[in-house]
């Protein structure tokens, strides 16, 4: 099973700045990497695919990067809407594994 | 629109089976394109992917949980189900289906979600 860490487990952040929010894969995962979003007592809403590539209507100051076993999720200007728990996943190998999330809070 | 909802029983008993079924609305269970999925979250904690059921009936099963899970399908119905069996009280979560693209095999699709206790 591929592990997926994430980190820091939690983030701190003044509305307007930027975040950077890092997941390491236990092995290479290509650029099979999706990002999520989750607020409390909602599903998780698909953010990022293929590493880099928005999911319909999330917004350009959501960034993915990355590729093997290094990747970045980047908000470039935390809005309210923004502040969250975050998980990534990669589905190159099965089973298909998640990170244990970062918790975007308000600082 | 695709939506998914989840149904089954809210408690279950230690060592008994745990069966949650997702009813598919907007879509058909069908479609090849996508994988048919069982994901659950322990409260306050991260998802874990149960196993995924191809339209066809294929199937792949966490092997953490392979020896108790079954994952089927009832196309006539535009059902999946799973079946999870001696449970613990690791177990209580809240269990979501989920409909994943095969190909890039992120869900793209929630249900809303059940929790399940473990509890005598």
């Known amino acids: 099973e591929i592990v997926m860490t994430q980190s820091p487990a939690t983030l701190s952040v003044s509305p307007g700045e930027r975040a950077t929010l890092s997941c390491r894969a236990s092995?290479?995962?290509?650029?099979?990497l999706a990002w999520y979003q989750q607020k409390p007592g909602q599903t998780p809403r698909l953010l990022i695919y293929?590493?880099?590539t928005r999911a319909t209507g999330i917004p350009d100051r959501l960034s993915g990067s990355g590729s093997g076993t290094e990747f970045t999720l980047t908000i470039s200007s935390l809005q309210s809407e923004d502040f969250a728990v975050y998980y990534c996943?990669?589905?190159?190998?099965?089973?298909?594994?998640f990170g244990q999330g970062t918790k975007v809070e308000i600082k | 629109q695709v939506q998914l909802q989840e149904s089954g029983p809210g408690l279950v008993k230690p060592s008994q089976t745990l069966s949650l079924t997702c009813t598919v609305s907007?879509?058909?269970?069908?479609?090849?394109?996508?994988?048919w999925s069982w994901i659950r979250q322990p409260a306050g904690k991260g998802l874990e992917w149960i196993g995924r059921?191809?339209?066809?009936?294929?199937?792949n099963y966490n092997p953490s949980l392979k020896s108790r899970l079954t994952i089927s399908v009832d196309a006539s119905k535009n059902q999946f189900s799973l079946k999870l069996s001696s449970v613990t009280a690791a177990d209580t979560a809240m269990y979501y289906c989920?409909?994943?693209?095969?190909?890039?095999?992120?869900?793209?699709?929630w249900g809303q979600g059940t929790l399940v206790t473990v509890s005598s």
């Open positions: 059921i191809y339209s066809s009936g294929s199937n």
């Open positions: 293929g590493a880099s």
């Open positions: 996943q990669q589905y190159n190998n099965w089973p298909w594994t």
């Open positions: 907007g879509g058909s269970i069908s479609s090849d394109s996508y994988y």
């Open positions: 092995q290479s995962v290509r650029s099979n």
């Open positions: 989920a409909r994943a693209d095969a190909v890039f095999g992120v869900v793209v699709t």
